[in-house]
């Protein structure tokens, strides 16, 4: 008895000792960009880095506004999670109702292995098909390379397929099977079934699968440089090149120093708070639906 | 008197078990016809084939007819969805949706299209009723259905199922879950509905098929031993098996 005792108490710590350590990571983390971010801020202000369109970091007089980049994020960002949110579900709903087991097995087997495809070769595919496709159609009209923002949201909604759809699948197959024989027993059809039953029942799934997307593509740094022509730039015409939060700091931190440096890791404080504000409103979104679960 | 349903050499193969094995047996309108026998015969099986549930399991293959008002809806011809709109089903667990009580009662006429708001709440007042449940909830029709007692959300699925105006429910052991005093209510109330509705249901509680049925089918490794009016079945059954398993003396 005692012996056991012991041996609970040991994996009771461990336990506890590795969730500290974890948060105490993710602490230190946040700890130090700011740390090392805060200088700019305060020297430039942190309304004009937020809002000013300017940023020549190695100017005589530097200027540190990121909208321009915020704006890119944001607007990469959204865009691509409006192609792949409902491509996602919608295949999702597909492998996990409509199409046979086997079939489901391979594309998810196929699906797997994309998610883990490093973003760069991502970015090499899109770069060969979609900015080369770009180049050649208007390249003759308006002089567009290719490299553009268009061709980071095609990259971002690739990255962000697979893990919206491995997620949402499992998400649809754990829905308790006695809410579909429930819904089909009163005479509901299939679809009917799926939307109104079972896609309810997924939702804290599906809406895991969305933040974890977002995540990802919010991140995302190679691949978008590698497609997005990287020139600071934000104009509603899509073809056009521009460079997000991150690959400004990827391009830059090699060579920064001082305010300027300081003033990349500020853009990691704003990333990080982005990211943060997208995980609130998705558990406001979820938690006003009706807190409900299979 | 007619019959609702009437089955004919009905067999049904989960892959290579045989689990239902040439069962004849024929269903009077307004009815309680409860289905005993011990566990893994076979039971559960046979209700779900009464409204095509069994559509759901691969590899599940049927043979045989099970004529529904005189119509054979065994066949690929016949429109599932069309049977099950006649044919309800109460589940072992009460298994409400998600959703509001409300919600949960509009279900299946909400999938039918009906929109009218005026005839959707008749339709939930008037099935609560038949249900026994309106007094208990009609303060709260928009909170939760998983916030009523177990016994309370069996009545629920029994109101959702009668919302469709059914002519058969059928029920898988609705009361297995469900206190002594809950279940006398669910019986009390299936005594009711008896006179709208045939009412098929799947029992381990002699007692509760003594009660409330008005037949009783007793199923054993998958064949159909007996079937007989409910007295004669308890007081004096032809068959052994039938009477070594109702005084207990069975498995
Ligand atoms: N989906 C399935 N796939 C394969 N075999 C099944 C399936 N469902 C049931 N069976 C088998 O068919 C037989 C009959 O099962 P069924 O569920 O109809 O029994 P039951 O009489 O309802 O039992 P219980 O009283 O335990 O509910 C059992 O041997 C069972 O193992
Ligand atoms: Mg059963």
Redesign the interface.
């Known amino acids: 008895m005692k012996k056991y005792l012991n041996k609970q108490l040991f994996f009771e710590t461990l336990y506890k000792l590795s969730i500290i350590f974890a948060s105490l990571l993710l602490l230190l983390i946040i700890i130090f960009i700011f740390f090392e971010g805060v200088p700019a801020l305060k020297e430039y202000g942190v309304f004009k880095m937020l809002f000013n369109m300017s940023w020549q970091p190695t100017a005589h007089e530097p200027s540190f506004g990121l909208s321009k980049m915020i704006l890119a994020t944001i607007i990469s960002t959204l865009l691509s999670l409006l192609i792949a949110i409902p491509i996602g579900l919608l295949s999702s709903v597909c492998l996990v109702r409509l199409v046979s087991r086997k079939i489901k097995n391979i594309i998810m087997f196929i699906v797997e292995i994309l998610a883990g495809i490093p973003s760069v070769i991502v970015g090499f595919f899109v770069l060969k098909t979609i900015v080369a496709f770009l180049y050649q159609h208007f390249y003759m009209n308006i002089g567009v390379s290719g490299n553009s923002m268009l061709a980071a949201v095609f990259v971002l909604a690739l990255m962000a397929l697979p893990t919206i759809i491995t997620i949402t699948v499992k998400a649809l197959e754990a829905v308790n099977p006695m809410y579909t024989e429930a819904s089909l027993g009163l005479g509901a059809n299939k679809i009917q079934t799926i939307y109104k039953v079972e896609l309810k029942a997924a939702k804290s799934g599906i809406m895991a699968a969305i933040v974890l997307g977002a995540g990802r593509v919010i991140g995302e740094t190679m691949a978008v440089m590698l497609v997005s022509g990287n020139a600071i730039n934000i104009s509603s015409n899509l073809l056009l090149p521009t460079r997000t939060l991150t690959a400004n700091i990827a391009t830059e931190m090699s060579y920064a120093s001082g305010l300027h440096q300081s003033a990349l890791y500020a853009s990691g404080i704003v990333l990080f708070i982005m990211i943060m504000l997208i995980n609130i409103t998705l558990l406001i979104i979820l938690n006003k639906g009706g807190g409900d679960n299979a | 008197m007619d019959n609702i349903f009437d089955i004919k050499n009905l067999n049904l193969w989960y892959g290579s078990k045989h689990a239902l094995q040439g069962i004849n047996l024929r269903i009077n309108k307004q009815s309680v016809v409860a289905l005993i026998g011990p566990s893994g015969c076979g039971k559960s099986t046979f209700l779900r084939c009464l409204?095509r549930?069994n559509d759901?399991i691969?590899n599940c293959h049927i043979e045989g007819s099970i004529l529904f008002n005189k119509v054979n809806v065994n066949s690929e011809r016949y429109d599932e969805?069309?049977l099950?709109?006649k044919v309800?089903?109460v589940?072992q667990?009460p298994?409400?949706?998600?959703?509001s009580i409300y919600e949960n009662v509009i279900?299946?006429p909400k999938?039918?299209g009906i929109t009218n708001k005026k005839r959707l709440d008749e339709l939930v007042e008037s099935s609560l009723k038949k249900a026994a449940l309106w007094e208990d909830v009609k303060d709260r029709l928009n909170s939760?259905a998983?916030g009523l007692s177990g016994g309370q959300q069996q009545r629920l699925?029994i109101a959702?199922?009668i919302a469709?105006e059914p002519d058969v429910i059928l029920m898988d052991e609705p009361t297995s879950a469900l206190d002594p005093i809950a279940t006398a209510k669910i019986e009390k109330l299936i005594i009711e509905l008896k006179a709208n509705y045939t009412i098929i249901i799947v029992t381990h509680s002699m007692q509760q098929a003594a009660r409330i049925s008005d037949y009783t089918a007793f199923f054993l490794m998958g064949e159909l031993i007996e079937y007989d009016k409910t007295d004669i079945i308890f007081a004096n059954p032809k068959n052994k098996k039938t009477e070594d398993y109702i005084t207990g003396r069975f498995g």
Do not use: D, T
């Open positions: 409204n549930m759901l691969v969805i069309n099950r709109k309800g089903m589940f667990r298994n409400p949706f998600p959703m279900y299946g999938c039918q939760s998983l699925c959702r199922a469709m």
